[in-house]
Structures are given as structure tokens and as C-alpha cells.
């Protein structure tokens, strides 16, 4: 099993950037992606970002292409997500997953599914 634990989340305004990230303990070494999803307020889940563990494989969103970067340190077990020109509608619930499957769909189309482990979240405003 593989523990994440995600920080960095804030109130920030519309045009601000901001970076989260996201701590992974437990048996890291069987990790084969890393993602972000995101849940606004009475919305569903939305798929933000993944990145290969071993790779520069990375998949995003449509909403956040352009203006968010995923990034990782394997060091460090960490995984980033830095987001630029935030809108108020990035204001979201943001959640750090992982998966151990090697899912080729994944990068195509990045969907809860594909993940095994899931953060508790950080609450991301974007408000003036």
C-alpha cells in the first residue's frame, strides 16, 4: 500500500501561481504513475495531471493545458503539481493519487480508475 499525503493548497488570486505537493510513503517502489484530480464543489472529479514514476511521461487535462506542469523528485517521493494563471474556476479539492498498474490507456485519458491510492486533499481557492 502506498500513503500520500498532499500540501500547498491556499487562497490565492485569479492570475497567481501556486505549487502542491504530494508525499508518497509505504511501498513506493511499486508506484508506476502519480497524478493529480480535482473536485470543485458540487461537480465530479476531474482528471488534472499524471506523470510516470520512472519517465517524462506526463498526461493533462484540457482545462490545464499550458498552464499546469507536474513534475516529480524520486528522492524526495515527491510529486508536484505547479499551477500558473489560476482561474476561479481551478478552485477545487485537490487530490494526489497513485497507481502500480501499468495502464497504457492512462495517458490518453487519465481516469480515477486508473488509480490504487488516493490522498485526503488540499483545498485550492482562487478568489480577488
Known amino acids: 500500500q502506498v500513503q500520500l499525503v498532499e500540501s500547498g493548497g491556499g487562497l490565492v488570486q485569479p492570475g497567481d501561481s501556486l505549487r502542491l505537493s504530494c508525499v508518497a510513503s509505504g511501498r513506493t517502489f511499486s508506484i508506476y504513475a502519480m497524478g493529480w484530480f480535482r473536485q470543485a464543489p458540487g461537480k465530479e472529479r476531474e482528471s488534472v495531471a499524471a506523470i510516470r514514476w520512472s519517465s517524462s511521461r506526463t498526461y493533462y487535462g484540457d482545462s490545464v493545458k499550458g498552464r499546469f506542469e507536474i513534475s516529480r523528485d524520486n528522492a524526495k517521493k515527491t510529486v508536484y503539481l505547479q499551477m500558473g494563471s489560476l482561474k476561479p474556476e481551478d478552485t477545487a479539492v485537490y487530490y494526489c493519487?497513485?497507481?502500480?498498474?501499468?495502464?497504457?490507456?492512462?495517458?490518453?485519458?487519465?481516469?480515477?480508475?486508473?488509480?490504487?491510492?488516493w490522498g485526503k486533499g488540499t483545498l485550492v481557492t482562487v478568489s480577488s
Open positions: 493519487a497513485a497507481t502500480g498498474s501499468a495502464h497504457d490507456s492512462l495517458w490518453e485519458n487519465l481516469r480515477e480508475e486508473h488509480m490504487d491510492s
